[in-house]
């Protein structure tokens, strides 16, 4: 098993961007899916977006298409996720995830057995 730890996160103004890592430690890395979600407050976890165990195939949650990209480094055990053109709205505690050789569906958090801390992003108007 994998344990999570996210960084990355800050405070920024519109329009800027931001890049979240996450690091993993354990066995066997590459045989896990990973994924981003978010939460802010007083709302349900999201979905942000996701790369397959493969490296093959990634996904991304419908409001943030276009603007961010998932990413994995298998040498360093990292995943991250680039997050271009912020918005107010993307402001949210923002969470690794991770699943062993997960299929679809691949946007439910309730299919993801490892989480990491979680690391705040706000985005100022």
């Known amino acids: 098993q994998v344990q999570l730890v996210e960084s990355g996160g800050g405070l920024v103004q519109t329009g800027d961007s931001l890049r979240l890592s996450c690091a993993a430690s354990?066995?066997?890395?590459?045989?896990?899916?990973m994924a981003w979600f978010r939460q802010a407050p007083g709302k349900e976890r999201e979905f942000v977006a996701v790369?397959?165990?493969?490296?093959?195939?990634?996904e991304y949650g419908d409001s943030v298409k276009g603007r961010f990209t998932i990413s994995r480094d298998l040498a360093k055990k990292a995943v991250y996720v680039q997050m271009n053109s912020l918005k107010p709205e993307d402001t949210a505690v923002y969470y690794c995830?991770?699943?062993?050789?997960?299929?679809?569906?691949?946007?439910?958090?309730?299919?993801?057995?490892?989480w990491g801390q979680g690391t705040q992003v706000t985005v100022s108007s």
């Open positions: 995830a991770a699943a062993p050789f997960l299929n679809s569906p691949l946007n439910l958090a309730s299919r993801y057995g490892t």
């Open positions: 354990g066995r066997s890395f590459s045989m896990y899916t």
């Open positions: 790369i397959v165990s493969s490296g093959t195939k990634t």
